[in-house]
């Protein structure tokens, strides 16, 4: 599996122009098999109370079954689960917790759209990207700041759009 996204990124960085029509046949019993144990032990479950451990005890069946719901197009996401997470200001932040078999399907839909969109991102771009974070971002910062010629540094601050 890790050739055919590694083939789908070459293209992709090589034609930037190109269009993929078709690469929802991907997602194969492989495929979120290698999602599912790369995911995480002990996370919050979803609304239908499974965890890892639980979708495991009948692994094949259900990868066969979530594929072939997959192919049919008959498989719809549950719905999430809705947390409120308290911040230090008192206010609270909302939390979606996603069923596990949702999880699988989501993290197999981030490996394809990584492997086509990432050649097409600068390196500076440093947002939710693999082996990128806050960081880095700044040490890039840093560096540019000291070495460039700067003649100005734009600071913004995003707030939450309901208090506009």
Known sequence: METKLARIS?????N?????????????????RQCHNAMEKDKAVG????????????????LENLV???KKKSY?????????IPKENGKT????????????????????????????????????????GCHMAIRKLDGMIMHNLTSYVLDADIRDSSTI
Do not use: W
Not at 48 to 61: P, S
Not at 76 to 84: F, L, T, Y
Not at 104 to 127: C, K, N, S, T, W
């Open 93 to 132: 932040r909302p939390l979606n917790i996603y069923c596990y078999e949702d999880k699988l399907v989501q993290e197999a839909l981030r490996r394809i759209l990584e492997a086509v969109f990432e050649p097409h991102f600068y390196d500076e771009m440093m947002g939710f990207r693999p082996n990128r």
């Open 16 to 32: 930037p122009d190109m269009v993929f029509t078709s690469i929802g046949h991907l997602i194969d019993k492989e495929m979120l």
């Open 68 to 70: 072939e719901r997959l």
């Open 47 to 62: 609304i239908d109370g499974v965890d890892k451990e639980t979708y495991e005890a009948n692994l094949d069946e259900n």
């Open 10 to 14: 070459q293209l992709s960085g090589e």
């Open 76 to 84: 719809k996401p549950q719905s999430a689960r809705r947390v409120e």
